[in-house]
């Protein structure tokens, strides 16, 4: 049995991501999108893992958006990993380590930009 799927067969996160949303019907990759992204919330927060999963799949059911958008935001990753993220990372009180959400400085972006152009 892979590593993957003993993960999968013993996680609370993956259990209850799979029996409230799509997610049992993604690709491995983009389950492991929410896995980390849920990983990374919880390092910056005071909440579990599985508080974050349950918080974004009610995030999901509280959504009332009418319009194309609607459907996204019902969906736990577009809260996880998608346009919702910021709003619900402030929900859940996520402090973002030194250095994750540090904008690139015009100065360096300059340097950069004029080094490919010569």
């Known amino acids: 049995m892979s590593t993957g799927r003993v993960f999968r067969s013993v996680s609370l996160v993956d ?5 409230k949303s799509g997610f049992a ?3 491995f990759a983009s389950r492991d999108l929410y ?6 919330m ?7 893992e599985l508080e974050i999963a349950r918080a974004a799949l009610a995030a999901g059911d509280s959504g009332t958006s009418v319009g194309g958008d609607a459907d996204r935001r019902r969906e736990p990753g577009y809260h996880l990993i998608g ?4 709003a619900f990372e402030t929900g859940l009180g996520y402090r ?3 250095g994750v959400r540090c904008a690139i400085p015009e100065s360096s972006r300059l340097a950069t930009t004029s080094a490919r152009s010569s």
């Not at 896995?35 to 990374?40: F, P, S, Y």
């Not at 346009?83 to 910021?86: A, M």
């Open 15 to 19: 259990e209850l991501l799979r029996s």
């Open 25 to 27: 019907n993604m690709d």
């Open 96 to 98: 973002a380590p030194a």
């Open 42 to 48: 919880a390092r910056g927060s005071k909440h579990t």
């Open 35 to 40: 896995r980390r992204a849920i990983e990374q």
């Open 83 to 86: 346009p919702g993220r910021r």
